[in-house]
């Protein structure tokens, strides 16, 4: 006895605008047929259970039982986070300059003014005042933070999470000092480094000119930090597909394979281009970056895992039959060659690899299904 066809679940709301969307294409491409199928013989009837189809045009797939993960098909692009200007605070003449690419590390020498380095350091405060000892602050704070994480002084000598220039604190700048061959007066002087809320920053544009004036506030370098990230503009209605922690397939520019993962998803959408739909950034982390390589701005291919199921019936997507009263089903073929519609419940979507899950009680592993050969 064939089943009698019931309307599908609708996918899970993660999902949904994206497959109500897929579903509207398969019904204006597929309807027609499945009429004339369904007016025909919906089910089968008479001997043999079914009515033969003419297979031009298709192909058949085997229905498989197989883990399956959600996936949202998008491109991005790879490049380095964060931007950055440093802001010269120094009097003098410029007398060296890094090149661009170049990665400047945490207490590495940005530039040289009148042939005295100034330095990176890590840090939200900009420098505003001369730091010596007595004076407290946020930007005393993150100078005793530093002066530990290059090793200039051990936590049990200088409190990394102090806010007070006390004698240790001059002790560390005075060790910096002499390691920069630099007067070791034990205050750090305006001028003498620029404080970056990052830990290496890579040059990624020169705006002075060697031997040029370096006048205090002028804007010397650009860079970004040396974190390789992928940057994703999402669809603003297509958000709530996509979490913080969502596994992703990187395909980078030579089509190897490479997993990251969501980190971090904008709340502000911004006007798309050429009138297009607002979207929202989301940045994505690859989990091996040294397999990145080091191009930056590269265009890459991104296949975001929103959810996933162990043991799942999976047919192509194309095998969908949109049926004209509701509800979807698959044209399976038995070893006779004879054809019957099943009635399907869909389950998860594979964007990426064109799949979806599918239940029913005529369904089950190793049956083959019709699909267009488009």
Do not use: C
Request: proline share 6%; no cysteine.
């Amino acid at each position: 006895m064939e089943p009698s066809v019931e309307r599908p679940e609708p996918p899970s709301p993660r999902f949904s605008r994206r497959h109500l969307a897929v579903a509207a294409v398969l019904i204006a491409v597929l309807v027609v047929v499945v009429v004339v199928v369904a007016i025909a013989d919906p089910f089968g009837s008479g001997a043999g259970g079914g009515s033969e189809v003419n297979d031009g045009g298709t192909t058949l797939a085997t229905i498989k039982q197989r883990s399956l993960f959600s996936q949202t098909a998008s491109s991005g692009t790879l490049g380095f986070a964060g931007s950055y200007r440093v802001i010269n605070g120094a009097s003098g003449t410029l007398t060296w300059l890094p090149s661009v690419g170049q990665i400047i590390p945490q207490g590495g020498v940005l530039y040289r003014v009148n042939g005295a380095p100034v330095i990176l350091l890590t840090g939200n405060v900009p420098v505003y005042r001369a730091l010596s000892v007595g004076l407290t602050g946020a930007d005393v704070e993150q100078l005793n933070g530093d002066l530990v994480a290059l090793g200039y002084a051990t936590p049990t000598e200088l409190d990394p999470t102090s806010d007070d220039f006390s004698a240790a604190t001059t002790d560390a700048v005075e060790a910096l000092q002499k390691h920069l061959e630099v007067t070791q007066t034990g205050t750090l002087a305006v001028g003498q480094a620029v404080f970056l809320p990052l830990g290496r920053l890579r040059v990624t544009a020169v705006t002075a000119t060697l031997g040029a004036s370096a006048d205090p506030g002028s804007p010397l370098l650009a860079g970004s930090s040396a974190r390789r990230v992928v940057s994703l503009q999402l669809d603003a209605a297509e958000q709530t597909e996509v979490a913080v922690g969502d596994r992703v397939a990187i395909t980078l520019p030579d089509n190897s394979r490479t997993p990251g993962v969501v980190s971090s998803i904008g709340t502000v959408a911004t006007a798309g281009q050429s009138g297009g739909s607002p979207t929202v950034p989301v940045t994505i982390r690859p989990l091996d970056p040294s397999v990145t390589g080091s191009i930056d701005q590269a265009p890459v291919e991104l296949a975001v895992t929103t959810g996933s199921v162990k043991s799942a019936l999976v047919v192509p997507v194309d095998a969908l039959l949109a049926l004209a009263g509701g509800g979807y089903a698959v044209e399976e073929v038995s070893r006779a060659g004879v054809h019957h519609l099943v009635a399907v419940s869909l389950g998860l979507f594979d964007d990426a690899d064109g799949l979806v899950q599918v239940t029913g009680s005529g369904i089950a592993a190793g049956q083959q299904v019709v699909v267009p050969s488009l």
